[in-house]
């Protein structure tokens, strides 16, 4: 399988979704519409709605069914990063090889566009899925338990709080990971199979290889970090050891850190292997991404 052009074709029908589902810039009002947009059109790597439409292909469903839930998810994200961004919390100049929104508008309007953002995607569940309330209901349910306070909100409290204190433990880093990375690409996987109609079995096989997953793109990132000179996560390499923030890579070091991936990367690809369907697009993904920190 050619798994570049496949991502390429994913990416492609998550860019036009979005372009369908997002209010259009210059509707009113037009100043937070256009900040949105600007943020969402950066051209981040539309890895969480390219999973959850492959968890979906791996049910049977390669039309649009899914295409809401993966924008969804997307806005999502990137209301998390809009806010991460702020001066409150990361204080960055740049996102996505771009200024960020607080920098290209102002804080308030960067506010206001990742809320905007955040109310969008549920609100875009609960009317693309309305002839199918089971299918909406369980959808939202997932989003907001991963959005919220023990996951996705829970994780940033948990990464502020290691930073102002200086040294995370490694049992702290990992309920970061978990909470601020690996949740979001578990609900990915999991929303997928939920439009497919996965049953509970399946579901927990697929937030499983999310959660491998999730922890081994986490850790490849904090490897790249250190051994790259490129920018990774559309953040200045170099951040982390300006800031003395506690990696996995600062604890355990490199080899382990790389033993971590595999381990990781081994764990999705059984969880991804023992699915339906044909999920060899699912794991050679797995497996590239683990490569570029080898
Ligand atoms: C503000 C509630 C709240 C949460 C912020 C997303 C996040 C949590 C922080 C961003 C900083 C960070 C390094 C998080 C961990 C991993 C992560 C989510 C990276 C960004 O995801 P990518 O690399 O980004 O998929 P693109 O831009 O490609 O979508």
Redesign the pocket.
């Known amino acids: 399988m050619d798994v570049t052009n496949k991502l390429n074709s994913l990416v492609a029908r998550v860019e036009t979704g979005l372009d369908q589902h997002v209010p259009a810039a210059d509707t009113r009002p037009a100043r937070l519409h256009a900040a949105m947009r600007y943020s969402l059109e950066a051209g981040?790597?539309r890895?969480r709605p390219a999973l959850l439409l492959s968890a979906a292909e791996l049910g049977g469903l390669d039309g649009d069914e899914a295409l809401p839930a993966a924008v969804a998810i997307e806005c999502l994200?990137t209301y998390?990063?809009i806010?991460?961004d702020l001066p409150c919390?990361d204080n960055d100049d740049l996102r996505?090889g771009r200024p960020t929104v607080h920098k290209a508008y102002d804080e308030a309007t960067a506010l206001l566009a990742g809320d905007a953002l955040l109310t969008h995607a549920f609100a875009l569940l609960a009317e693309a899925y309305a002839d199918r309330p089971a299918l909406a209901h369980g959808l939202i349910r997932e989003l907001a338990a991963t959005a919220g306070s023990r996951r996705?909100?829970g994780g940033?409290m948990a990464d502020l709080e290691g930073e102002a204190k200086g040294d995370a433990t490694p049992e702290e880093l990992e309920f970061i990971h978990l909470n601020?990375?690996a949740a979001m690409i578990e609900t990915a996987l999991v929303m997928g199979g939920l439009v497919a109609g996965f049953d509970v079995g399946q579901l927990d096989r697929l937030r499983t290889a999310g959660r491998h997953l999730g922890l081994a793109f986490?850790i490849v990132d904090d490897v790249l970090d250190v051994t790259s000179d490129t920018a990774t996560?559309?953040k200045t390499v170099g951040k982390d050891e300006a800031t003395e923030k506690t990696t996995y890579v600062r604890i355990h070091g490199l080899d382990a850190s790389r033993r971590f991936i595999t381990e990781q990367t081994d764990a999705a690809v059984a969880a991804f292997s023992a699915l339906p369907g044909d999920s060899t697009f699912l794991q050679t993904l797995a497996r590239n991404m683990a490569s570029r920190a080898a």
């Open positions: 981040g790597k890895l994200h998390s990063l806010h991460d919390m996505r996705l909100i940033q601020k990375t986490q996560m559309g």
